[in-house]
């Protein structure tokens, strides 16, 4: 059974994908590590705003796989910096998927959290830069 509810208002959506069928696992549902790459992607964009620069994955912090995904999903992620330390920055990540065209569902299906460290022109962490305050 699925939660019958809306998507977000109150984030911003970073990445919207449609899984295709060449996606899915024996199953008939889509691949965890489908899922997972749109995850890397969607957390790695507020990442690099963030260190205004280059980032890479340094670590899953955690991921829970809630619901199955499947062709036809509209996937809609949203991402946000949760912690930043001297070259490490965190991201939530959370996924919705849009279903049933007919008697349209939203339901949450997978979230995750994230550790990048910024990067400098060799590659090497470096500090992540003061965050801009608006005046």
Known sequence: MTDKMNLPSDKELTLRVVPMP?????????????????????????ALKRAKGRVATVAVNSIELRQAVFVGDILSLYAHVSKVGRTSITVDVEVYAERNVEDPQVVKVTQARLTFVALDEDRKPRPVPPEEVEA
């Open 22 to 46: 060449k996606d899915t696992n024996y199953g008939g549902s889509i691949f965890g590590g489908y899922i997972f790459s749109q995850i890397d992607i969607a957390a790695s964009i507020p």
